[in-house]
C-alpha cells in the first residue's frame, strides 16, 4: 500500500488511473483501499476533490469497459479451453448466463462493491453478449456512485488523521 500511496502522491491524477487499472487486471491492489487514499489527499490538499472524483470515474468506466470487451470477445474461447481446469462446465456457464440476463445489470452496480466480484462482473457480462448501451449505462451509474462514496468517505475520515 505504501507503494501506492508514493505512486499517487507523485503521479497525482495519472497515478490513479494507473492503480485502478492494475487493480482491475487483477493484481493485488486494493481498490477501495485506493479511492479511500485519494479521498484523503483531496483532504490535505494535495488533489483536487472534484477532479479526482472526474478522474476516477473515467477510470472505473474505462475498466468496466475494458473487462467487458475482453469477457465478449475472448471469454467463451478461453473458458471453453481452460474451464475445465476451474471447473467451469458448459451447464455452469449457461446458468451464469441465464443469471447475467436477467439480473446482469444489476450485478455490475452491486458486484463493484464486492472484493473480487468487482473483477469478474464485467468479464461476465461481457461472455453473456450483454448490450453494450446496458453495460454503458450501468458501468457509469456504477463509477459515480462507487468513486463518490469511497473518495468522500476518506475525504471525510482524512479529517481524523493526524
Request: with cysteine; proline share 2%; net charge positive.
Given at each position: 500500500m505504501e507503494q501506492v500511496n508514493h505512486f499517487i502522491s507523485n503521479y497525482g491524477y495519472i497515478g490513479i488511473i494507473f492503480s485502478q487499472i492494475l487493480g482491475t487486471i487483477g493484481l493485488p491492489i486494493p481498490d477501495s483501499t485506493v479511492m479511500l487514499l485519494v479521498g484523503y489527499f483531496t483532504r490535505i490538499g494535495t488533489l483536487?476533490?472534484?477532479?479526482?472524483?472526474?478522474?476516477?470515474?473515467?477510470?472505473?468506466?474505462?475498466?468496466?469497459?475494458?473487462?467487458?470487451?475482453?469477457?465478449?470477445?475472448?471469454?467463451?474461447?478461453?473458458?471453453?479451453?481452460?474451464?475445465?481446469?476451474f471447473g467451469l462446465k458448459e451447464s455452469r456457464i449457461l446458468k451464469v448466463e441465464k443469471w447475467m440476463n436477467k439480473f446482469?445489470?444489476?450485478?455490475?452496480?452491486?458486484?463493484?462493491?464486492?472484493p473480487g466480484m468487482r473483477q469478474i462482473?464485467?468479464?461476465?457480462?461481457?461472455?453473456?453478449?450483454?448490450?453494450?448501451?446496458?453495460?454503458?449505462?450501468?458501468?457509469l451509474l456504477?463509477?459515480?456512485?462507487?468513486?463518490?462514496?469511497?473518495?468522500?468517505?476518506?475525504?471525510?475520515?482524512?479529517?481524523?488523521v493526524k
Open positions: 483536487q476533490y472534484i477532479f479526482a472524483l472526474l478522474v476516477s470515474i473515467a477510470g472505473v468506466f474505462g475498466n468496466i469497459l475494458i473487462s467487458y470487451s475482453i469477457g465478449k470477445r475472448a471469454g467463451r474461447p478461453l473458458i471453453g479451453r481452460f474451464g475445465k481446469w446482469g445489470p444489476w450485478t455490475i452496480l452491486i458486484g463493484y462493491f464486492i462482473t464485467c468479464y461476465l457480462s461481457g461472455i453473456s453478449r450483454m448490450k453494450l448501451k446496458t453495460v454503458c449505462i450501468f458501468g456504477t463509477a459515480v456512485v462507487w468513486c463518490s462514496i469511497f473518495i468522500t468517505v476518506g475525504r471525510l475520515f482524512g479529517t481524523y
